[in-house]
């Protein structure tokens, strides 16, 4: 009763009916089937990081109002799900998160995205500039000293604001 299953494999084919194509909506793209937000992490560090106990950091960190879950996909990589977006956001606008004096970095994953084949070698910075001479607490200087570090993300400015602080914060 031997039974060769690569000529079996050879006679299959299919029939018109099941050559149809499949059409993914768009707002399943957004999620994971569970409702879930997914992130992905690393983080940069040359030594080798316990997952189980950046699994309770994190945790410990971000603190979520709703369910979160961590698992690891490889050595470097972990995600973590969120079951809802202001978690998600929460997490990714209260950055950068530190685990034992290393950057973690963390991304959102896009519907169409590979998690490995995201890059996670950089991240944001928070940069605050402190005493500036008042009549030199202009938007291009800062947008220079900004240029000038790296590549400036995002900055907060109001001309009536920035006046009166004693710092000034841009994101690079």
Do not use: Y
Not at 82 to 102: A, V, Y
């Amino acid at each position: 009763m031997d039974c060769d299953f690569t000529d079996l494999g050879k006679r299959l084919s299919l029939t018109e009916e099941e050559t149809g194509t499949v059409n993914i909506p768009s707002n399943i793209w957004t999620q994971t089937e569970n409702g879930e937000f997914a992130v992905i992490g690393k983080v940069l560090s040359r030594k080798w990081v316990n997952f189980e106990t950046l699994r309770i950091a994190l945790f410990r960190m971000i603190n979520p109002r709703k369910v979160m879950r961590v698992r690891s996909l490889n050595e470097e990589r972990f995600m973590i799900f969120f079951n809802h977006p202001i978690d998600l956001k929460c997490t990714m606008e209260s950055g950068p998160w530190i685990f034992d004096k290393q950057l973690i970095v963390l991304r959102i994953i896009a519907a169409n995205q590979n998690p490995l084949d995201i890059n996670l070698d950089r991240s944001t910075f928070t940069i605050f500039i402190h005493d500036l001479p008042f009549g030199q607490r202009t938007q291009a200087l800062v947008m220079h000293i900004g240029n000038a570090i790296g590549e400036v993300q995002h900055l907060n400015w109001d001309e009536t604001f920035v006046v009166s602080l004693q710092e000034i914060c841009i994101w690079v």
